[in-house]
C-alpha cells in the first residue's frame, strides 16, 4: 500500500513570501489610491459649489429677487451669517444661500433660507484667484451684481494635477477648468 502524503499547511517561507508580495503591492497602491481620493474629493466640491451656484443663479430668476450665495462659518448654526473676513480657506468651511429680500448682503430677519452647505474637512481650500470674493448677489435676471471671479479647488496635498478653477463670468455662469495652470480667459466666459 502507498501513503499519500498530507499537506497540513504553510511552510514559514512561503508565509514570508506571500508577506513580502502584499508589502511591495501595498508600497505601489496606497500612493495611487490616495491621488484617487484626493481627485474624488476635489471633484466633489467643485459639484457642489457649481451645482449650488447655479441653484442660486435659478432661485433668483424663479423669485424675481436678490439671491446671496456667500461664505459662512457658521453656516450649520442656528442663526448663520455671511463671513467678511479674507482668510483664504472660508469657502470650504461653507456657504449659505438666501433670498436677500431687504438687501442689506446678510441673512436675517425677513430673509429666507435657501440652502446650506457646512464644512468641507476633506478640502485642501477653496480660494480665490482672482481677488476674495465673500459672496456671489444674484439679480432677479440671473446677472450678478458685482464683476467675474475665479477659485481655485485644492487637494489636501495641493498636488495643481490635481487641482480645479473654476471661472464664473458676470452672466453668472460658471464652467470648470482642468487644473489652476489655466487661466480664465474673459473673452470665453458666458
Known amino acids: 500500500m502507498s501513503r499519500l502524503a498530507v499537506n497540513r499547511g504553510f511552510t514559514l517561507i512561503e ?24 481627485a474624488s474629493a476635489v471633484n466633489k466640491h467643485v459639484t457642489t459649489f457649481m451645482g449650488d451656484l447655479r441653484y442660486a443663479r435659478s432661485e433668483a430668476i424663479k423669485n424675481g429677487a436678490v439671491v446671496v450665495m456667500c461664505r459662512s462659518v457658521n ?28 438687501s442689506s448682503d446678510d ?6 433660507m435657501l440652502r446650506v452647505q457646512g464644512n468641507m474637512p476633506d478640502s485642501g481650500g477653496i480660494g480665490g484667484s482672482s481677488g476674495t470674493v465673500n459672496m456671489f448677489k444674484f439679480r432677479s435676471t440671473g446677472m450678478l451684481s458685482a464683476g467675474m471671479s475665479s477659485f481655485v479647488f485644492n487637494t489636501i496635498s495641493v498636488d495643481s494635477s490635481r487641482q480645479k478653477l473654476v471661472c464664473i463670468s458676470m452672466q453668472g455662469r460658471a464652467r470648470v477648468l482642468p487644473n489652476s ?10
Open 181 to 190: 495652470t489655466s487661466s480664465c480667459n474673459s473673452s470665453n466666459d458666458s
Open 75 to 102: 453656516s450649520e448654526a442656528a442663526s448663520p451669517s455671511c463671513t467678511t473676513t479674507n482668510p483664504s480657506n472660508v469657502w470650504a468651511s461653507g456657504w449659505i444661500i438666501f433670498v436677500d429680500r431687504d
Open 107 to 112: 441673512f436675517n430677519t425677513g430673509d429666507t
Open 15 to 38: 508565509l514570508l513570501i506571500v508577506v513580502a508580495i502584499a508589502v511591495i503591492l501595498l508600497r505601489v497602491a496606497v500612493p495611487a489610491m490616495q491621488g484617487t481620493v484626493e
